[in-house]
């Protein structure tokens, strides 16, 4: 028994949709880690059957503070994978799914009976899904999938070095691979439900955490790109010096600093106008007139750099919070989020206008405050929200209907024009998405990033850019080089929409569209023509979707967004980097300010990333509903909800609420068994924390002579013998003092070597690598290999780029290269209609570019 109340306007709150668009659709979830679980809530939150497959004593997901949520809306049966009658279970459910969904390592797959071939037999329409660490093929296939071991090895602690003040890598404590995973998997899953209604057929689909981890990456790619190609005309350098003095322009509008009393904040200033604004109200336009300061923000020398960055601290400091909320209220130029930290993005004034919070009380957990559906539509969550189910709480119900199933008649066959095949290895078809159409309005990279995704699996997308192009193809001082990734695999028609020429010619591509996308701040799509109402009355069938910073009306929704603003807001910041409350001395100030702005503004990792894997998801979710018969009304994601989803374990809120592990002082990990430790050359990770890891990490210890030589020569076997690490519990209250015995361990040998014989052990163990993930991929040939792809660009010409998201074992998916602005006008023109002499006249009167 549970009963549920939203936040938000009105005296109830919004209400769900009546009819939500995947009823009827059955899920089969099998996984036992959380990108699984993520991409599951998704469907189930859109109203599919979720049938949650679990072990005995119940899924390990249980005991994440993020289960009430996570674990909500789904049915549960537990179920022996090794008895023979629970298989007739499992054979069962899965006569009668759509989809099913793994998590287990490739090789386990295949040997417990649930390979793609496996389960492509139980149904030739079933849709399987295999989320993974690495991928089925290449160097790393059969490595173990932790979070932090894909983490560790492609870099990404490397990149987070700045969270700590030692050398050396640091452990990023947010679950980037786990979204990227989860949400890669959705919109694979949904690609090949929309092909599976016009072939008959299902497919299989891959997805995993290195994949899905590269589509957060804004522009980093490229940069490594061209300094590998351009040494002596461009190098990457940090956003700071080693001292942590800044080095990069966006330093100063995106200045993080500390109010007069206290509050931290992180300012959104990227645009040249926005920051102009930030000038004025700091008093500093005069710098501007100032030989002294030519070139402001792009400075010479370091000493004019550090200084103009003092001043504007020192000028955040002279204001309260209150101070600074009543400018926010008043100048909609300026815009600053207050840094927070688990459920506090639940009180967040657009968060609560937008009614994305309820309060669901529940049997077991009691009252359990949480966000709403990611999607909304009409203003309203897709479903009204559910409990998670208690263990096994279906599975009368769902072993009835298993032994009905396997005693009934086959399920029939496809339609005869499309005959029945394996998915696994039928011949590859085209793109799922082949024949989609998205008609894209935004700018930067969090919304339209959403759409690139789904280029690669086969949607034309025309992106309408301004005569002078999208800001992010200016962004940095290579031509294009913000923009390219972005700008994948979409045709590119720059016209003015304050004409009335320039909105008819828009107005017409949405009535040949499937899909409007439109990322602008509040109001201002009404204001361009490209509203919801103005494009359904032009295309009645439109899929349109919103995908704003903030909102599309409310406290915030006509506030700049960006991903250092986002990441303050939704907690991101905070959950990667110490709180900085008690800073007083400028150097104090200074120092958190860097460690604070490198857990949010890291290119490859960051909330614009996050957002468009949502947009991407929303955008797909339109799609089969339209396929199924279950159209939408115009819904909305964004970037604010997105990321209070990604940090789902640290948003959820209720009494009993199991404590998160806190990463340790230095940065190195969760625990012992869960961390980072320094080798006698390089860095190593260990993720070993089940007893049944343990026992294999200590049993290829103690048959190591380097690790004998190092221990005590009084005891047989240090570890294994030791009280103090006897049981789980007791590791547990030890944990510090393990940490110290492995960590003089871990010193014997190179981390190279470490991940060799551990790994030979089946013990989740890598080496840290000390680059970035997107120079290691492009210059390994094997990685490449596997999960590069190549492409052409007008920038670059032939060049490696990275994706497709995900794989399928039939629909064929592209990996186009980027565009210009303006680049397809002409083209898109004539397939309008208009003639030579109507572009001629429109170019002269700067109605296109």
Not at 421 to 427: L, N, W
Request: hydrophobic share 45%.
């Amino acid at each position: 028994m549970s009963t549920a109340s939203l936040s938000g306007p009105g005296p109830n709150g919004p209400v769900p949709v009546s009819s939500p668009p995947l009823a009827g659709l059955r899920v089969i979830d099998l996984s036992t880690t959380m990108p699984g679980a993520l991409a599951t809530q998704f469907l189930a939150d859109a109203g599919a059957d979720v049938v949650g497959v679990e072990p005995p004593g119940g899924s390990p997901l249980r005991r994440s503070p993020a289960w009430p949520a996570v674990g909500g809306g789904r049915r549960s049966v537990v179920v022996d994978l090794h008895h023979p009658a629970d298989r007739d279970v499992l054979d069962g459910l899965l006569a009668g799914a759509d989809v099913v969904v793994t998590t287990l390592r490739p090789r386990t797959a295949r040997r417990l009976g649930l390979g793609p071939d496996d389960l492509a037999r139980h149904s030739p329409r079933l849709v399987s899904v295999a989320i993974t660490g690495w991928g089925s093929a290449g160097p790393w296939a059969d490595l173990k999938g932790y979070e932090a071991l894909v983490m560790a090895k492609l870099g990404m602690f490397h990149a987070k070095r700045r969270l700590v003040s030692r050398p050396g890598p640091a452990y990023s404590s947010v679950a980037f691979a786990t979204w990227g995973a989860a949400h890669t998997a959705v919109q694979g899953i949904v690609a090949a439900l929309v092909e599976r209604e016009s072939s008959g057929r299902g497919q299989h689909v891959e997805a995993d955490l290195v994949r899905g981890v590269s589509m957060i990456d804004t522009w980093s790619w490229f940069e490594h790109l061209v300094a590998v190609r351009f040494p002596d005309a461009y190098r990457t350098v940090d956003a700071t010096t080693p001292a942590g003095d800044p080095v990069s322009a966006l330093v100063y509008p995106l200045l993080v600093a500390p109010t007069r009393d206290g509050h931290w904040l992180q300012f959104a200033q990227v645009e040249p106008r926005l920051f102009a604004a930030m000038l004025a109200e700091f008093g500093l336009t005069p710098l501007l007139a100032d030989p002294k300061w030519a070139g402001l923000p792009v400075l010479e020398t370091q000493e004019l750099r550090t200084e103009l960055w003092e001043i504007m601290i020192r000028k955040v400091g002279e204001r309260t919070l209150a101070d600074w909320q009543q400018v926010f209220a008043t100048n909609p130029d300026i815009n600053a989020e207050v840094f927070t930290v688990g459920s506090g993005v639940l009180d967040h004034p657009q968060i609560r206008h937008d009614g994305r919070v309820v309060v669901l009380d529940t049997a077991e957990h009691g009252p359990v405050r949480r966000p709403t559906t990611l999607v909304h539509v009409d203003g309203a969550p897709l479903t009204p929200p559910r409990p998670a189910p208690r263990l096994d709480e279906h599975g009368a119900d769902l072993r009835a209907e298993a032994a009905a199933r396997s005693a009934g008649p086959p399920a029939a066959d496809p339609p005869a024009a499309v005959p029945a095949a394996d998915p696994a290895v039928s011949a590859p078809v085209g793109p799922p998405l082949a024949g989609v159409t998205i008609l894209e309005f935004g700018l930067m990279f969090a919304a339209p990033f959403g759409t690139t995704m789904l280029a690669d699996l086969g949607a034309r997308v025309i992106k309408v850019e301004t005569l002078a192009g999208d800001t992010i193809r200016r962004i940095l001082p290579f031509p294009e080089l913000g923009a390219v990734r972005v700008m994948q695999g979409k045709e590119s028609i720059a016209l003015d929409l304050g004409t009335d020429e320039g909105r008819c010619i828009v107005h017409e591509l949405a009535r040949r569209s499937d899909v409007v996308l439109q990322a602008f701040r509040a109001g201002a799509a009404a204001r361009a023509g490209v509203d919801a109402a103005t494009l359904r009355a032009v295309n009645p069938d439109l899929i349109y979707v919103n995908a704003p910073g903030y909102g599309t009306d409310g406290p915030c929704g006509d506030r700049p967004a960006y991903a250092p603003s986002i990441g303050a807001a939704t907690g991101i910041a905070l959950t990667e980097a110490p709180s900085a409350a008690n800073a007083t001395s400028l150097a104090e100030i200074k120092s958190a300010s860097v460690r604070i702005r490198s857990a949010a503004a890291v290119t490859s990792l960051q909330a614009d990333g996050l957002a468009a894997l949502g947009v991407a998801s929303a955008i797909s979710l339109g799609l089969l509903a339209r396929t199924r018969g279950h159209p939408l009304g115009p819904m909305t994601v964004t970037m604010i909800a997105t990321g209070m989803h990604a940090l789902l374990e640290q948003v959820v809120e209720y009494a009993g609420r199991p404590a998160r592990p806190v990463v340790d002082e230095g940065g190195h990990g969760l625990t012992a068994l869960y961390r980072m430790y320094p080798a006698a050359r390089g860095w190593v990770f260990l993720a070993s924390p089940t007893p049944r890891e343990w026992a294999a990490l200590v049993a290829t210890l103690a048959a190591d002579p380097a690790v004998e030589l190092a221990a005590d020569p009084l005891a047989v076997d240090p570890l294994a013998a030791d009280p103090r690490f006897a049981t789980a519990a007791a590791r547990a209250e030890h944990d510090h003092e393990l940490a110290v015995e492995l960590g003089r361990i871990f010193a014997t040998r190179p981390a190279a070597e470490w991940e060799q014989r551990l790994t030979a052990a089946d013990v989740g163990c890598v080496e840290v690598t000390e680059m970035d993930a997107e120079l290691q991929l492009q210059t390994d040939p094997a990685l490449a290999a596997e999960y590069a792809s190549p492409a052409v660009s007008p920038i670059f010409d032939d060049h490696l780029r990275m994706g497709p998201p995900v794989r399928f074992s039939r629909s064929a998916t592209r990996s186009p290269g980027g565009c210009l602005a303006g680049e397809h006008t002409e083209a898109i023109l004539r397939e309008l209609g208009y003639g030579d002499e109507e572009i001629k006249d429109l170019r002269a009167r700067a109605v296109i570019g």
